[in-house]
């Protein structure tokens, strides 16, 4: 059955970093766009970072571009998110996502990590 399970949230302080890793499985994790989204209370999902199937190619929203990098490790199905320089703006649960490359092209959510910045 397919699962995506987030990991490494908490409370941290404003410049300080946290990795985030998303644990899939029940599909093939090699052949999917991997994406992470964020949710602040009161506002809409907004996608953060993307990465293609291989790694070949990420994309990041510009409020986060510069402090935030999307990496994956096929052979382990994971895919991590390295947030550097954190403000509070950053406050969000944070959601991994699985398009898959296959003919229905599905998507999968994970259940979300909270991430809170402030001192």
């Known amino acids: 059955q397919v699962q995506l399970v987030e990991s490494g949230g908490g409370l941290v302080q404003p410049g300080g970093s946290l990795r985030l890793s998303c644990s899939a499985s029940?599909?093939?994790?090699?052949?999917?766009?991997m994406n992470w989204y964020r949710q602040a209370p009161g506002k809409e999902r907004d996608l953060v970072a993307s990465?293609?199937?291989?790694?070949?190619?990420?994309n990041y929203a510009d409020s986060v571009k510069g402090r935030f990098t999307i990496s994956r490790d096929n052979p382990k199905n994971t895919v991590y998110l390295q947030m550097n320089s954190l403000v509070p703006e950053d406050t969000a649960v944070y959601y991994c996502k699985a398009l898959t490359g296959g003919r229905n092209r599905l998507h999968y959510w994970g259940q979300g990590t909270q991430v809170i910045v402030s001192s």
């Open positions: 990465i293609t199937s291989t790694g070949d190619s990420t």
């Open positions: 029940g599909f093939t994790f090699s052949s999917s766009t």
